[in-house]
């Protein structure tokens, strides 16, 4: 079965900067979109950024223009999320996901298979 796991979340303080990883297992890597989401305290789940199998393509919400950059592996079978500037709007439980290619919309959460058991971003100010 497919497994993804998130790792390097943490605390950090505003301005700072973290970086996701999600290493995927089970199953080949090829052919998934890869995306992160996050929930923070008392709201849904968000999309935050995806980067597609077939192009590299790179698909950002408004809150991470210009500060997250979301990249993959694929040799090494992994998504990561390079977060710089960050706000304590950040704040929120992160959580990497992988879907079809093909699939759409991108920034739903119901269009993704498989995600990780989510990690904590804590920003201070």
């Known amino acids: 079965q497919v497994q993804l796991v998130e790792s390097g979340g943490g605390l950090v303080q505003a301005g700072g900067s973290l970086r996701l990883s999600c290493a995927f297992s089970?199953?080949?890597?090829?052919?998934?979109?890869m995306a992160w989401f996050r929930r923070a305290p008392g709201k849904e789940r968000e999309f935050v950024a995806a980067?597609?199998?077939?192009?590299?393509?790179?698909y950002d919400s408004v809150a991470a223009k210009g500060r997250f950059t979301i990249s993959r592996d694929n040799a090494e079978n992994t998504v990561y999320l390079q977060m710089n500037s960050m706000k304590v709007e950040d704040t929120a439980v992160y959580y990497c996901?992988?879907?079809?290619?093909?699939?759409?919309?991108?920034?739903?959460?119901?269009?993704?298979?498989?995600w990780g058991q989510g990690i904590q971003v804590t920003v201070s100010s």
């Open positions: 996901a992988a879907g079809p290619d093909s699939s759409v919309p991108i920034a739903v959460d119901r269009t993704y298979d498989y």
């Open positions: 089970g199953r080949t890597f090829s052919g998934y979109r």
């Open positions: 980067i597609s199998w077939s192009s590299g393509t790179t």
